[in-house]
């Protein structure tokens, strides 16, 4: 694309702000900028216009969880179902990595968190350590795919290379890159982080499956004859990766997919829920429940939406594939994103001034015909590092680590 093509279709677009210092860039800086224009995607900047139309929800209905003392009574049968899909090698997993943790504060990728004490001990590394258990039980790896964005992936491969991916079979760990959005200020006005580069963000972690076959990722996948992807978040230290019991509990259940979900804390604890929506396999949102409905029980005094998303599921990869090209819903968040103002100034804002435009992975469970949620013991599975102090910190994680002797 040249500047003459660029500035017909961002005139177009209403944005011909993006070209301003487009005569004061160096020939390297003004074809950068071009590359950018050339990838935008824009089905997303027009979503901006239409944030104010309400999100239409179906007929919400509750969705029986199989609790954890059912799956400690059936814990045997579900193992060895786990097991034998591993060693048959027809399960893969996916680490969501890309996100930048900006609640959390820490300018590294996540998972380069150190989280020990008295040692040297990082998030990435108790990830693998988790997963380790289980292929060790089950006496055979399985393949790792992490998902990484522009922002971190220089960081991330380099630390997994350093630390010899923590003793992980290096041709087992395949990493890949998300694709990124512009972000927008609340005009819908796309930002500039300086005169030749657009303020871009992640595109959230509903697009993993997409980005694995845009990085050409996919392919491996379907060498290695996958049949099961689980996926999980980058800071929940606890999570059990690649659990045979949880691989078995959905395999048996004949569902497409499933999550592992812990009981909620408090009525109004702010977890999505999974429920059904219009019969579909659905995550409500606590923000979209309404107080009756997050607080109705059940006759025999359990809360009816009682089971939280812990984000670690399994997909069965025929579906993944049914799904491919489908659009998936836009989240759009108001967040606090610098940015170079009209005179050309670096500001750092201290409130949310724009917006950044995300799929999430939960809708994809939508998108299932089917899924099971499984129960896991909330202080043994579930310590997400999100908040620099407080609910779900470091602090807390440390405890809850500390409490299932975790050496720190
Ligand atoms: P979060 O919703 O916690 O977002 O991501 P985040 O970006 O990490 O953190 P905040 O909201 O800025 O504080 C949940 C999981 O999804 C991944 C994250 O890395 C984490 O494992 N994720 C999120 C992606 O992989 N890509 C994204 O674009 C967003």
Redesign the pocket.
Known sequence: MNDTQAYELLKRKGQTHILDFFDSLTVEEQKHLLAQVERIDWSVIDAAMHKDEPACRGKIEPLDAIEAAEIEEKKERFHSLGIQAIREKKVGCV??????????GFDKP?GMLNIGINRNLYLFEMLISNLTKNTDAAGVTVPLYI?T?DKNNQDTVTFFKEHDYFGYPKEDIIFFV?EMVPCTDFNGKILMENPSTICM?????GG?YTSMQNSGVLEDVKKRGLEWINV????NVLQQIADPVFIGATIDSGCVSGAKVVKKAAFDERVGVLCLEDKRPSIVEYYEMTEEMASSRKQNGDLTYGFGVT?NYLFRVDMLNAMLGANMPLHIAEKKIPYMDKDGNYIQPDRPNGYKF?TL?LDMVHMSDSCIPCEVVREKEFAPI?NASGVDSLESARKLLSANGVAL
């Open positions: 680490l969501l990595a890309g996100g930048q943790g900006t609640r959390l996540k998902m964005s998300q963000s992640p595109n959230g972690n993993w999980f978040s980058v800071d984000l995300e992975v999100k």
